[in-house]
């Protein structure tokens, strides 16, 4: 049976003991040292063992502290009552709960002591009640925000994925609270699922954050900027004037925090140097640099890109680098990108994971979201069944479409006012080898339309 030795200096401390002796006296031994009769009032239980004794009178308690407790708990108000007490029991080797008042007071850290501080519990309780504020278990384990509850929102990029996702963080998913029932071994996600995770405080507040993510902040998670990079040597004026006009298109409708154009290979002057004087527009001529995918790569995390702007031919010469980048692209169409009307997406095994981007962008792009199932009766079923149980379906404009027994690249490719959005999830192949032996999870290579290209982990 555990002994427990309180020295009760404190209004408070009889609220400690009215718990010990209604729920856990049964635990073990409770010995308090007090010097106001008001603490012990009303207790005559046993188990419970009472020293009205002055603090300050340490002969009169060592022989009681060598009882050999388990745990010493020193529960005083008054903070030089409390360091005289701290002062003369520190040096023995049972472990201590200082109970400290006083927000100025600093304590050095001592192995054997462990300190509350009421303070910072206020505090953290108050913080913990804010909307929006991660909910972190403060008096479990280390105590220092290592166990961290959240609710997984409708529009969370976390949502329909395994909790096998959160190992890339270096986090671990303990448990899953579904429809208030405990979920032993879920397999997936799913939006308004809460969850317990187990980590280092850091990587929690990271992790916290990305599931948040609120919707109409594309392209972030992945970055804050639209990069557009041109080589002035491969396009003309044509083209290079259809390219400015879908990056300061998309400038325009999504969250991003700046156009990035940057120019390679100048030759004639173009009236792209007359964005200068808008502040949120930066334009960079490099002189030396001549290489498309080398430019691209060393600028791709100094200017925080979120989603790169791209031709369709630079995305076919350049499609295993793109991938190994692992940003969103948007890979630029025959059609003029304002003409879109709709975003679509083949229904394929990568579909859910992209399901929160699709959201996004249709919110974003004020267009509706179109899923096309080429198989609806076999393969793509379960998936189908997956999209239509998201919430966000009620507020975005939904269609679903049957494309069985017709060519869906030939039937897309036909398709008027709509760009495309699909899963990056694989080095895609060549454009002959998909002509040869065509896969529905690389159609975006056959297919000429603007369509986003958004990084997703492949989890085979």
């Known amino acids: 049976m555990s002994k427990i030795l309180i020295f009760a200096g404190a209004k408070e401390a009889k609220l400690l003991i009215e718990k010990i002796a209604n729920n856990y006296l049964n635990l073990g031994e409770f010995h308090i040292i007090y010097e106001d009769d008001e603490i012990k009032e009303g207790f005559e239980k046993e188990n419970l063992f009472f020293y009205k004794i002055n603090f300050y009178a340490f002969e009169n308690y060592k022989n009681i502290i060598k ?164 080589d002035m040597k491969k396009f003309n004026q044509k083209e290079i004037s259809k390219f400015l006009k879908t990056a300061l298109f998309l400038h325009r409708k999504l969250k991003n925090k700046l156009l990035i154009i940057k120019i390679i290979n100048p030759t004639t002057k173009h009236r792209i140097y007359k964005l200068f004087k808008f502040p949120d527009i930066s334009i960079i001529t490099d002189y030396n640099e001549t290489s498309y995918i080398k430019a691209l790569k060393k600028d791709i995390n100094k200017f925080n890109i979120g989603l790169t702007i791209i031709p369709n031919e630079i995305f076919l010469s350049y499609k295993k680098e793109f991938f190994e980048i692992r940003k969103p692209i948007l890979k630029v169409g025959k059609e003029s990108i304002k003409k879109c009307q709709a975003i679509g997406a083949i229904v394929n095994k990568y579909t859910p994971n992209i399901a929160s981007i699709l959201y996004d962008l249709s919110h974003q792009l004020g267009i509706g979201i179109k899923f096309f199932e080429i198989d609806p009766e076999n393969n793509s079923k379960e998936i189908v069944s997956i999209l239509k149980e998201i919430n966000f379906l009620k507020t975005a404009k939904v269609e679903f479409i049957s494309i069985k027994n017709q060519n869906p690249i030939t039937y897309l490719n036909s398709l008027k006012n709509i760009c495309l959005a699909e899963a990056f999830a694989k080095i895609p192949p060549s454009k002959l080898k998909m002509i040869l032996h065509p896969k529905i999870e690389f159609s975006y290579i056959l297919i000429d339309k603007n369509q986003f290209l958004i990084p997703i982990k492949d989890e085979e």
């Open 67 to 230: 009882k050999d407790f388990d745990k010493i708990i020193i529960f005083i108000k008054n903070q030089k009552t409390a360091e005289f007490v701290l002062k003369h029991i520190k040096l023995y080797k049972t472990s201590i709960v200082f109970v400290k008042f006083w927000y100025e007071y600093k304590l050095p850290p001592i192995n054997n002591i462990e300190i509350i501080d009421v303070a910072d519990i206020i505090t953290n309780k108050v913080i913990d009640l804010l909307p929006g504020v991660p909910l972190f278990a403060r008096n479990i384990g280390l105590g220092q925000g290592e166990i961290l509850e959240v609710e997984i929102p409708p529009h969370s990029p976390f949502i329909y994925k395994t909790p096998s996702i959160f190992k890339n963080y270096n986090v671990r998913m303990a448990t899953l609270y579904r429809n208030g029932e405990l979920k032993e071994n879920p397999k997936i996600i799913l939006p308004n699922d809460k969850i317990i995770l187990i980590g280092r405080p850091e990587r929690l507040k990271e992790i916290f954050h990305r599931i948040k993510n609120s919707i109409g902040a594309f392209p972030q998670p992945y970055g804050q900027n639209i990069y557009l990079l041109l």
